[in-house]
């Protein structure tokens, strides 16, 4: 009897040991030892094709550190990872099992990186790597079977567990594609890597939608549809590329490329991962928009300003990247006074939010997280400033500053929307379903802002500049800013959104529409007139306020 009444309590301990964000961690941190199995063989095999040697081997050295750590604090807890070592039997000697595995495999990587001329310890890996990913694809399962059991809340475990095993699938498909250019097993390489495409595709859709066969969920928390979205993009890019690395198999730079995407989409897959991690219980219908938002206190309208503020400085980095060259190429009289104008603004908003600002309305931030971004944005805007400044008071001869807007607008742009980001989190902490959808719409529709100043930047750098690496960059800004304007009049079941019903709103995103219509050609061209150029700058900045009108509309309207 005693040993019954121990069994079930050890039974109880194991559901309970862990908290809910604590399981979700160790599900993340063993669904990525699955990809780092397939990341080690991937990096061998690079370095037996004699791609990028002495860099793949530094690349194989820290994989299987890494992996070794995450294995053991699996086993036995790690603070610096987060790591609570469970108490289910049965999963602790699975993991000593694959300790045993690992210690061979380890030992075989260890003179690949070290540059033996080892051909046993290559085939070792190519023979066993996928032992070692099932069995420890068997040890993310245990995990996630705790996690949908009944005395656990964490619902997601599962769209936790496919959403890591994307990550893996991603060095999967590299090692196979590899395996086949050195002539290793090429065949099977071939079914297994068809194999891999459709269920990468698959769970990308489920992960979206939910799936039955693959037991998803789906979700619709706008922050991780947004962030499949980006893997989606990058995932295109690398399956673009698949048929021609199968067919130009001597063709290193084919082959680096492929690799740069997949690594792309693997690092996109795993913010993805992170955000499902963080979310736990919170994964509730999405509020359609058409009804009613009522009862905003002071704080919430506050907070719907600050992010749409926040927004307004993503455009500004665009807004002052373009006004740097059309200073430069002289293509409008005011266009450096302008520049010093909006340098003031960004400047002026940035330390509002810092410090507080009552001319913008902006209270002091608290939030350390927010604080040590904008601390960022403050050490990658000053040499920026100073260039857009040099820019403007010598009337657009110092080529040099402008070089220096053109390198960094991109990186200044990002962390600027990161700060949206954060303060997007920050509210939703202490929102409900519809003010956070209502957080989230300002946010969409001040992108669109950003996005008419992005695109004829990139339109002036390719076009006037030379800069054709631009290219593909317009080619996506003028598709998000047309489907965007699109999924906000007429509305979307991927995001959510109903059709917009609010008749200001929907005058002013009409208005948008068609002063977009008339000038949208102008950016697929491949060049345009002199008259034609002025007309577009002339007519860009009315576009901008029309979708600024909009935004406001949308921060201060109670209904959609």
């Known amino acids: 009897m005693l040993k019954v009444l121990l069994a079930i309590s050890l039974a109880f301990c194991s559901l309970y040991a862990m908290s809910d964000k604590e ?74 099992g694959i300790e045993k595995q690992w210690q061979e495999f380890y030992k075989n990587v260890k003179n690949i990186y070290s540059l033996k001329k080892d051909e046993n310890a290559y085939e070792y890996v190519k023979e066993n790597n996928l032992a070692l990913l099932e069995n420890m694809n068997r040890a993310v399962s245990m995990y996630a079977k705790l996690g949908s059991s009944g005395g ?70 706008p922050k991780i549809r947004k962030q499949l979205d980006i893997v989606k993009n990058s995932w295109s890019k690398a399956k673009e590329l698949i048929p021609k690395a199968i067919k130009n198999k001597n063709d290193k730079k084919i082959t680096k490329d492929l690799i740069a995407y997949l690594d792309e989409t693997k690092v996109d897959m795993n913010k ?35 992010v749409n503020l926040a927004g307004k400085q993503r455009m500004l980095t665009q807004r002052i990247s373009k006004l740097a060259i059309e200073c430069t190429l002289h293509l409008l009289p005011d266009s450096c006074q302008r520049l010093e104008q909006f340098v003031n603004l960004y400047q002026k908003t940035l330390l509002g939010f810092k410090n507080g600002d009552k001319s913008l309305a902006l209270d002091a931030t608290k939030n350390k997280e927010a604080l040590a971004q904008i601390d960022k944005i403050l ?34 742009l990002k962390e600027s929307n990161h700060l949206v980001e954060i303060f997007d989190q920050i509210e939703q902490k202490y929102s409900n379903y519809i003010e956070n959808a209502n957080i989230a719409l300002i946010d969409m529709a001040g992108r669109q802002r950003m996005l008419t100043q992005k695109m004829t930047k990139e339109f002036l750098a390719i076009y006037k500049m030379g800069q054709k690496e631009y290219k593909p960059k317009l080619k996506e800004s003028v ?9 906000l009049i007429n509305g979307s079941k991927l995001y959510m959104l109903p059709k917009c019903t609010n008749p200001k709103i929907k005058k002013q995103l009409v208005k948008v529409s068609n002063l977009w219509q008339k000038i949208m050609p102008f950016y697929n061209k491949n060049d345009l007139s002199k008259k034609e150029l002025v007309l577009l700058l002339q007519v860009n900045p009315i576009l901008l306020n029309e979708m600024n009108k909009a935004v406001h509309l949308i921060e201060t309207s109670t209904e959609y």
């Open 379 to 412: 050490k990658l805007w000053k040499p920026f400033e100073d260039a857009a400044i040099k820019v403007q008071t010598s009337g657009g001869k110092d080529k040099k500053a402008l070089t220096y807007i053109l390198k960094h607008n991109g990186e200044l």
């Open 152 to 221: 656990s809340k964490l619902k997601m475990a599962n769209d936790i567990n496919l959403a890591g095993k994307q990550r893996m699938l991603t060095q999967m498909i590299a090692k196979d594609i590899l395996m086949y250019q050195a002539n290793m097993d090429a065949k099977n390489k071939l079914i297994n890597l068809n194999n891999s495409l459709k269920l990468f595709d698959k769970t990308l859709a489920g992960l979206y939608n939910g799936d039955k066969e693959l037991h998803l969920v789906g979700t619709k928390l």
């Open 479 to 487: 598709e998000l800013f047309d489907n965007t304007l699109k999924v």
């Open 23 to 96: 399981l979700a961690n160790s599900i993340n941190l063993a669904g990525k030892e699955r990809m780092l199995t397939q990341k080690m063989s991937k990096e061998a095999l690079l370095i037996k094709l004699g791609i990028d040697v002495n860099k793949n081997a530094k690349e194989l050295k820290a994989t299987s550190e890494l992996f070794d750590k995450i294995l053991k604090g699996l086993e036995n807890g790690d603070k610096t990872l987060d790591l609570v070592a469970t108490q289910d039997k049965t999963i602790q000697e699975h993991l000593k």
């Open 272 to 306: 993805a991962v992170g955000l499902y991690a963080k979310s736990l219980n919170r994964q509730k219908q999405f509020m359609k928009l058409n009804s009613i938002i009522s009862g905003f206190s002071t704080k919430k309208n506050r907070a719907k300003h600050l």
